[in-house]
Protein backbone atom coordinates (compact mmCIF):
# COMPACT_ATOMS: atom_id res chain seq x y z
CA UNK A 1 0.00 0.00 0.00
CA UNK A 2 1.58 3.15 -0.75
CA UNK A 3 1.35 6.56 0.91
CA UNK A 4 -1.24 8.45 -1.33
CA UNK A 5 -3.49 6.30 -3.37
CA UNK A 6 -5.72 8.33 -5.93
CA UNK A 7 -8.22 5.57 -7.88
CA UNK A 8 -10.23 6.60 -10.75
CA UNK A 9 -10.75 10.26 -9.79
CA UNK A 10 -13.16 12.07 -12.30
CA UNK A 11 -14.29 15.88 -12.01
CA UNK A 12 -16.10 17.94 -14.19
CA UNK A 13 -17.18 21.80 -13.39
CA UNK A 14 -20.85 21.85 -15.01
CA UNK A 15 -20.48 20.42 -18.56
CA UNK A 16 -16.45 20.18 -18.73
CA UNK A 17 -14.95 17.56 -17.77
CA UNK A 18 -11.47 18.54 -16.56
CA UNK A 19 -10.53 15.00 -14.64
CA UNK A 20 -10.95 11.70 -16.37
CA UNK A 21 -10.37 8.43 -13.97
CA UNK A 22 -6.64 9.62 -13.16
CA UNK A 23 -5.07 6.80 -11.22
CA UNK A 24 -1.94 7.04 -9.79
CA UNK A 25 -0.11 6.07 -6.29
CA UNK A 26 3.12 8.08 -4.72
CA UNK A 27 5.19 6.68 -1.92
CA UNK A 28 6.77 7.78 1.53
CA UNK A 29 9.59 10.47 0.98
CA UNK A 30 9.93 10.93 -2.81
CA UNK A 31 9.32 14.02 -5.03
CA UNK A 32 7.26 13.54 -7.88
CA UNK A 33 6.73 16.49 -10.85
CA UNK A 34 3.46 16.70 -12.08
CA UNK A 35 3.42 18.54 -15.58
CA UNK A 36 1.09 19.37 -18.51
CA UNK A 37 -0.09 22.25 -20.26
CA UNK A 38 -2.22 24.76 -19.47
CA UNK A 39 -5.65 23.96 -18.42
CA UNK A 40 -4.68 19.76 -18.56
CA UNK A 41 -5.77 20.07 -14.92
CA UNK A 42 -3.07 19.84 -12.70
CA UNK A 43 -4.01 22.49 -10.15
CA UNK A 44 -7.66 20.94 -9.62
CA UNK A 45 -6.14 17.60 -9.25
CA UNK A 46 -4.09 18.74 -6.36
CA UNK A 47 -6.95 21.21 -5.05
CA UNK A 48 -9.41 17.38 -4.63
CA UNK A 49 -6.57 15.96 -2.99
CA UNK A 50 -6.16 19.03 -0.30
CA UNK A 51 -10.47 19.22 -0.06
CA UNK A 52 -10.94 22.36 -1.56
CA UNK A 53 -13.19 20.79 -4.35
CA UNK A 54 -14.25 17.52 -4.34
CA UNK A 55 -14.63 14.90 -7.56
CA UNK A 56 -17.24 13.86 -9.14
CA UNK A 57 -16.57 10.03 -8.67
CA UNK A 58 -13.30 8.25 -7.61
CA UNK A 59 -11.19 8.25 -4.57
CA UNK A 60 -7.98 9.24 -2.65
CA UNK A 61 -6.69 7.34 0.28
CA UNK A 62 -3.80 8.65 2.11
CA UNK A 63 -2.81 5.96 4.39
CA UNK A 64 -5.47 4.27 3.94
CA UNK A 65 -7.90 6.84 5.04
CA UNK A 66 -10.51 8.07 2.20
CA UNK A 67 -10.09 11.78 1.69
CA UNK A 68 -12.68 12.58 -0.32
CA UNK A 69 -15.42 12.75 2.15
CA UNK A 70 -13.65 14.68 4.86
CA UNK A 71 -13.11 18.78 5.06
CA UNK A 72 -9.84 20.77 4.00
CA UNK A 73 -9.10 21.11 7.69
CA UNK A 74 -9.26 17.72 8.53
CA UNK A 75 -6.97 16.55 5.36
CA UNK A 76 -4.78 19.48 6.91
CA UNK A 77 -4.54 17.92 10.20
CA UNK A 78 -3.31 14.42 8.30
CA UNK A 79 -0.46 15.88 7.19
CA UNK A 80 -1.39 17.76 3.59
CA UNK A 81 -0.52 20.98 3.33
CA UNK A 82 -0.46 22.92 -0.50
CA UNK A 83 1.57 26.26 -1.50
CA UNK A 84 -0.93 27.24 -4.07
CA UNK A 85 0.04 28.73 -7.11
CA UNK A 86 -1.47 32.39 -5.93
CA UNK A 87 0.52 31.95 -2.63
CA UNK A 88 -2.36 34.04 -0.96
CA UNK A 89 0.23 35.68 1.87
CA UNK A 90 -1.34 38.43 3.67
CA UNK A 91 0.58 40.88 2.06
CA UNK A 92 0.42 43.94 4.69
CA UNK A 93 1.45 41.76 7.23
CA UNK A 94 4.69 41.30 8.50
CA UNK A 95 6.48 37.91 7.92
CA UNK A 96 5.61 36.05 11.42
CA UNK A 97 2.10 36.88 11.53
CA UNK A 98 2.39 35.53 7.95
CA UNK A 99 3.95 31.95 9.24
CA UNK A 100 1.30 31.91 11.75
CA UNK A 101 -1.81 33.25 10.14
CA UNK A 102 -4.86 31.83 11.91
CA UNK A 103 -2.95 30.41 14.54
CA UNK A 104 -1.52 32.85 16.29
CA UNK A 105 0.04 31.51 19.80
CA UNK A 106 -1.84 33.86 22.89
CA UNK A 107 -0.48 35.52 25.93
CA UNK A 108 -1.34 33.50 29.12
CA UNK A 109 -0.79 34.65 32.87
CA UNK A 110 -1.00 32.11 35.37
CA UNK A 111 -2.79 29.94 32.88
CA UNK A 112 -5.59 32.01 31.99
CA UNK A 113 -5.83 33.14 28.12
CA UNK A 114 -5.41 36.38 28.27
CA UNK A 115 -6.33 36.81 24.21
CA UNK A 116 -3.39 38.52 22.91
CA UNK A 117 -1.50 37.66 19.91
CA UNK A 118 2.06 36.65 21.45
CA UNK A 119 4.23 38.48 19.03
CA UNK A 120 7.24 38.05 20.91
CA UNK A 121 6.60 33.80 20.75
CA UNK A 122 5.58 34.20 16.97
CA UNK A 123 8.74 35.84 15.93
CA UNK A 124 10.84 33.80 18.10
CA UNK A 125 9.61 31.23 16.65
CA UNK A 126 9.78 32.35 12.69
CA UNK A 127 13.06 33.33 13.29
CA UNK A 128 14.25 29.45 14.38
CA UNK A 129 11.80 28.19 11.40
CA UNK A 130 13.26 30.37 8.72
CA UNK A 131 16.78 30.11 10.08
CA UNK A 132 16.42 26.03 9.77
CA UNK A 133 15.57 26.49 6.07
CA UNK A 134 18.47 27.99 5.50
CA UNK A 135 16.54 31.14 3.92
CA UNK A 136 17.59 35.56 4.49
CA UNK A 137 15.08 37.62 5.28
CA UNK A 138 15.76 41.00 6.48
CA UNK A 139 13.65 40.61 9.76
CA UNK A 140 10.49 38.65 10.73
CA UNK A 141 9.19 41.81 10.85
CA UNK A 142 8.78 43.24 7.57
CA UNK A 143 6.01 43.25 5.32
CA UNK A 144 5.47 40.06 3.16
CA UNK A 145 4.76 41.77 0.10
CA UNK A 146 8.36 43.70 0.03
CA UNK A 147 9.82 40.68 -0.10
CA UNK A 148 11.29 39.49 -3.33
CA UNK A 149 9.49 36.39 -4.87
CA UNK A 150 11.93 33.72 -3.89
CA UNK A 151 11.31 35.38 -0.34
CA UNK A 152 7.98 34.87 -0.38
CA UNK A 153 8.00 31.43 -1.59
CA UNK A 154 10.36 30.57 1.28
CA UNK A 155 7.55 32.32 3.86
CA UNK A 156 5.13 29.96 2.31
CA UNK A 157 7.01 26.51 2.59
CA UNK A 158 7.81 27.82 6.34
CA UNK A 159 3.86 28.67 7.01
CA UNK A 160 3.54 25.00 5.43
CA UNK A 161 5.76 23.25 7.56
CA UNK A 162 4.30 24.64 11.29
CA UNK A 163 1.44 21.99 10.28
CA UNK A 164 4.03 19.21 10.18
CA UNK A 165 3.23 17.93 7.11
CA UNK A 166 3.96 14.30 5.04
CA UNK A 167 2.98 16.17 1.72
CA UNK A 168 3.63 19.03 0.56
CA UNK A 169 1.88 20.07 -2.59
CA UNK A 170 3.93 22.82 -4.85
CA UNK A 171 1.84 24.69 -7.76
CA UNK A 172 4.40 26.69 -9.72
CA UNK A 173 6.68 28.03 -7.05
CA UNK A 174 9.59 28.76 -9.33
CA UNK A 175 7.55 30.21 -12.35
CA UNK A 176 8.32 33.93 -11.17
CA UNK A 177 11.68 33.95 -9.40
CA UNK A 178 15.34 34.90 -10.28
CA UNK A 179 17.94 31.59 -10.83
CA UNK A 180 19.35 32.37 -7.49
CA UNK A 181 16.02 32.01 -6.22
CA UNK A 182 14.80 28.96 -8.03
CA UNK A 183 17.83 27.07 -6.67
CA UNK A 184 17.32 28.01 -3.54
CA UNK A 185 13.42 26.57 -3.47
CA UNK A 186 14.74 23.72 -5.51
CA UNK A 187 17.15 23.40 -2.44
CA UNK A 188 14.15 23.06 0.42
CA UNK A 189 12.41 20.56 -1.67
CA UNK A 190 15.41 18.09 -1.56
CA UNK A 191 15.82 19.57 2.15
CA UNK A 192 12.08 17.92 2.82
CA UNK A 193 12.52 15.11 1.00
CA UNK A 194 15.68 14.31 3.48
CA UNK A 195 13.35 14.51 6.36
CA UNK A 196 11.01 12.28 4.73
CA UNK A 197 8.56 14.22 3.33
CA UNK A 198 6.70 14.19 0.12
CA UNK A 199 6.31 16.87 -2.07
CA UNK A 200 4.54 17.42 -5.29
CA UNK A 201 6.36 19.80 -7.59
CA UNK A 202 3.89 21.32 -10.23
CA UNK A 203 5.50 23.35 -12.77
CA UNK A 204 6.16 24.20 -16.72
CA UNK A 205 9.98 24.50 -15.85
CA UNK A 206 10.92 21.15 -17.14
CA UNK A 207 14.95 21.40 -16.01
CA UNK A 208 13.55 22.19 -12.36
CA UNK A 209 11.47 18.81 -12.73
CA UNK A 210 14.22 16.54 -13.80
CA UNK A 211 16.55 18.42 -10.70
CA UNK A 212 14.66 17.53 -8.01
CA UNK A 213 11.69 15.04 -8.92
CA UNK A 214 12.31 11.18 -8.64
CA UNK A 215 9.48 10.25 -11.20
CA UNK A 216 7.30 12.58 -13.27
CA UNK A 217 3.48 12.59 -13.98
CA UNK A 218 1.91 13.90 -17.11
CA UNK A 219 -1.41 14.74 -17.51
CA UNK A 220 -3.27 15.54 -20.75
CA UNK A 221 -6.85 17.47 -21.12
CA UNK A 222 -7.48 15.75 -17.68
CA UNK A 223 -5.66 12.43 -18.22
CA UNK A 224 -2.69 10.58 -16.87
CA UNK A 225 -0.84 10.04 -19.98
CA UNK A 226 2.66 9.18 -18.67
CA UNK A 227 4.04 8.01 -14.88
CA UNK A 228 7.97 7.47 -15.53
CA UNK A 229 10.97 7.06 -13.78
CA UNK A 230 13.36 9.72 -13.89
CA UNK A 231 16.23 7.99 -14.65
CA UNK A 232 14.31 6.07 -17.58
CA UNK A 233 13.27 9.13 -19.24
CA UNK A 234 14.47 12.46 -20.93
CA UNK A 235 12.64 15.87 -21.50
CA UNK A 236 11.96 15.09 -25.19
CA UNK A 237 10.36 12.43 -23.91
CA UNK A 238 8.45 14.31 -21.75
CA UNK A 239 7.41 17.06 -24.21
CA UNK A 240 6.23 14.76 -26.61
CA UNK A 241 4.15 13.62 -23.99
CA UNK A 242 2.54 16.78 -22.90
CA UNK A 243 1.52 17.97 -26.57
CA UNK A 244 0.17 14.68 -27.30
CA UNK A 245 2.77 13.96 -30.00
CA UNK A 246 3.84 10.15 -27.76
N1 LIG B 1 -13.58 26.41 -10.29
C1 LIG B 1 -13.65 26.12 -11.60
N2 LIG B 1 -14.81 26.19 -12.29
C2 LIG B 1 -14.90 25.89 -13.59
N3 LIG B 1 -13.85 25.47 -14.33
C3 LIG B 1 -12.66 25.37 -13.71
C4 LIG B 1 -12.49 25.68 -12.34
N4 LIG B 1 -11.20 25.48 -12.00
C5 LIG B 1 -10.59 25.05 -13.14
N5 LIG B 1 -11.47 24.97 -14.17
C6 LIG B 1 -11.16 24.52 -15.53
O1 LIG B 1 -10.51 23.28 -15.43
C7 LIG B 1 -9.48 23.15 -16.40
C8 LIG B 1 -8.20 22.78 -15.72
O2 LIG B 1 -7.74 23.87 -14.95
P1 LIG B 1 -6.50 23.77 -13.97
O3 LIG B 1 -6.39 25.05 -13.27
O4 LIG B 1 -6.59 22.54 -13.16
O5 LIG B 1 -5.30 23.59 -15.04
P2 LIG B 1 -3.74 23.56 -14.80
O6 LIG B 1 -3.23 22.28 -15.40
O7 LIG B 1 -3.42 23.84 -13.39
O8 LIG B 1 -3.25 24.77 -15.74
P3 LIG B 1 -2.07 25.88 -15.54
O9 LIG B 1 -0.80 25.17 -15.94
O10 LIG B 1 -2.44 26.93 -16.51
O11 LIG B 1 -2.08 26.32 -14.13
C9 LIG B 1 -9.44 24.47 -17.15
O12 LIG B 1 -10.13 24.32 -18.35
C10 LIG B 1 -10.15 25.43 -16.22
O13 LIG B 1 -10.81 26.43 -16.95
MG1 LIG C 1 -2.54 25.41 -12.42
Known sequence: MSFLEIKDLSKSFGSVNVLDRVTLSINKGSVIGLVGDNGAGKSTLMKIVTGIHKPTSGSILLEERELTRISTSEIRLLGIEMIYQ?????????????????????????????????KQKMDKDSIKIIEDLGAKVPSVEYQAGLLSGGQQQTIAIARALTFSPKLVIMDEPTAALAVKEV????????????????????????????????RILVLRQGQIVADVIKAKTSMNQIVSYIVGAE
Open 183 to 214: QHVLELILKLKSEGISVILISHRLNDIFEVCD
Open 86 to 118: DLALARQQDISSNIFLGREPVKKLFGINLGLVD
